[in-house]
């Protein structure tokens, strides 16, 4: 006789949790991964940072008698809001170095980001807003990307290295323009970018974004350089992405070289460029010699204090890129910000604003990152905090009390 078994006696299976959909699942996966990703606090830390030093910026501006909008569109930002609402071909009263009259001197201006801005103003806002926009969408790119420059130069630190890359460059002296309508922001995020793609041996990340920096900017003839070298370079190692390489290597400069070539076409000079940055601006390469007597004078006369600290904060950079170089920073970059400290350096006119134009050499901030990496937190944080404080004064200071200095 088969013994009855009470339902009771028999093993129950687990109940099922319930099914998620794919939406679902694949939601949870990325809020997985954002918690896991050192890019939303890469672009946390940044807007902090910025955020700051314009808060900062708008006391100054006020004790001044200034507005905040009109310091973060003054000087070069009045040209390109110009230039974004009426294009280069009808621009009104252009003027040279001279005053006068000059309907060329618009195409000193490079046109990537007022078409950016032109591109933004289509969706609604006005021409301010849409620049300040552009810039400070750019600004959260770059910072995204030097967090994969800092896993590049510090495999066992990386993340660590790239969030203080992030807080260097962000509260660097003058990088008030990465939030102002300038171009160094969107220039910053392409050249960033391209070299995560020559670092990465991505061949057309690294071309494409080099094509786009040189339309925003001459600094990208250093940047096009370093691409197209370290492409060269895997071409004749005739590794498996050499295709790629080569490719890579001939988009990088059509963008700068196309600019150039069409104000000569324009201007009917081969150096048409040159000669509107001559006479609008008296801008010229001089291999440093105006630098040269602005350091020495500035060092052994009676000057500001914020004079004085300009000059240093260059020195400073020089010395920074030989560190580079001993602690073998990626050639890449070495070469890159040497290139751009070179450029600024060698260049004549504006001798106040040489701390602006070597902001894009951002390798020179490497040692130190990798350096307060090394350190314990506490004292990592205290230094990048003081450098932060000092940058956000310097920049401040700058649009509000010295002139020309941007």
Not at 5 to 17: C, F, M, S
Not at 112 to 119: D, I
């Amino acid at each position: 006789m088969l013994r009855e078994v009470d339902d009771l006696d028999q093993p129950t299976a687990p109940e099922e949790a319930p099914r998620q959909g794919r939406p679902a699942r694949v939601f949870e996966r990325v809020l997985d991964r954002l918690a896991w990703s050192p890019y939303p606090r890469a672009i946390l830390l940044y807007l902090v940072i910025r955020t700051a030093s314009v808060q900062l910026l708008d006391v100054l501006a006020a004790r001044r008698g200034a507005t905040l909008t009109d310091r973060l569109t003054a000087w070069d930002g009045q040209w390109y809001l110009r230039l974004a609402v009426h294009g280069y071909a009808d621009l009104p009263g252009t003027l040279d170095a001279a005053r006068q009259p000059y309907s060329d001197a618009p195409m000193a201006f490079f046109p990537l980001y007022p078409k950016l801005v032109g591109a933004v103003m289509w969706l609604g806002p006005d021409v301010v807003t849409a620049a300040l926009t552009v810039s400070v969408l750019a600004g959260l790119v770059l910072a995204c990307g030097l967090v994969r420059i800092g896993r590049a130069v510090s495999p066992e630190r990386g993340d660590r290295t790239g969030l203080l890359l992030v807080a260097l460059w962000a509260g660097a002296p003058m990088a008030i323009v990465f939030s102002m309508a300038y171009t160094e922001a969107v220039f910053c995020a392409f050249a960033v970018w391209a070299l995560v793609g020559v670092l990465e041996r991505r061949w057309l990340l690294a071309g494409s974004c080099a094509f786009a920096a040189g339309l925003s900017r001459s600094t990208a003839v250093v940047l096009v350089a370093v691409v197209v070298v370290a492409a060269s370079i895997e071409v004749f190692r005739l590794g498996e992405k050499r295709w790629w390489a080569l490719a890579g290597a001939v988009i990088a400069p059509l963008g700068v070289a196309g600019y150039l070539g069409f104000v000569a076409y324009r201007t009917g000079s081969w150096t048409g460029w040159q000669d509107i940055e001559l006479r609008g601006w008296n801008t010229e390469f001089d291999f440093g010699a105006e630098t040269a007597d602005s350091v020495l004078a500035r060092l052994t006369g009676d000057e500001s204090v914020f004079s004085t600290l300009t000059v240093l904060l260059l020195l400073g950079a020089v010395a920074l890129a030989l560190v580079a170089v001993f602690i073998r920073v990626p050639w890449p970059l070495t070469l890159y910000g040497a290139g751009v400290l070179l450029l600024a350096i060698g260049t004549r006119g504006l001798p106040d604003a040489k701390i602006r134009f070597i902001l894009p050499a951002f390798p020179v901030l490497v040692p130190i990152a990798i350096g307060l990496s090394k350190r314990r937190t506490v004292t990592a944080v205290a230094a990048a905090v003081a450098w932060v404080v000092l940058g956000a004064w310097f920049s401040a200071h700058a649009l509000t009390a010295w002139r020309y200095a941007i």
